[in-house]
């Protein structure tokens, strides 16, 4: 009984997370895009899980942008969704087919961080920062960057 009691609290608990197919067919700023889903539907905003790039008039933040519009405007993706964040978007880890992870593409060419207060067991990604970080890429050529929750913070 116990058991079925606890089965039944986890499925309840648990966040809704499902992967699906779509297309890219805008972009706000390097952390957030509109896509089309293959299978029909309504567009739907998409905020990417784990990280937060530069806000467009924050230093990177129009390299940001123009990076996530070449590597995923128009192009087919998996939207790995978690849930939605309190604007009403759906928060996912997205897959650019045959390119690969967004969030994994823009921390490699330096022009976002890893969220640490949203992004939950991402070590592999730190590590990533912390290499372009060294490599002097992106956002981090320049010599103090300020991460964009400070930045925003900074300009309320």
């Known amino acids: 009984m116990r058991i079925g009691i606890f089965l039944i ?8 997370a499902f992967a699906w197919e779509a297309r890219v067919v805008g972009v706000a700023d390097g952390d957030t895009i509109t896509v089309e889903p293959a ?33 995923a405007l128009y192009k087919q993706v998996e939207i790995d969704a978690g849930g939605r ?5 759906t928060v996912a880890i997205v897959t650019v087919a045959g390119v690969g992870v967004l969030q994994e593409l823009l921390l490699d060419a330096g022009l976002a961080w890893v969220y640490p207060q949203y992004c939950k067991d991402c070590a592999a990604w730190l590590e990533r920062q912390t290499a372009a970080r060294k490599a002097g ?14 930045w925003r913070k900074a300009h309320r």
């Not at 609290?9 to 809704?16: D, Y």
């Not at 964040?85 to 978007?89: K, L, N, S």
């Not at 956002?139 to 300020?146: F, I, K, N, Q, S």
Request: net charge positive.
């Open 39 to 71: 299978v029909g539907g309504d567009r739907v905003r998409v905020r990417l899980y784990g990280i937060d790039a530069p806000e467009a008039r924050q230093s990177y933040g129009q390299a940001a942008k123009g990076f996530v519009n070449s590597a």
């Open 9 to 16: 609290a986890l499925l309840l608990s648990a966040s809704p």
């Open 137 to 150: 890429k992106g956002l981090w050529a320049d010599g103090h960057p300020v991460p964009p929750w400070e």
């Open 85 to 89: 964040d309190r604007y009403g978007r």
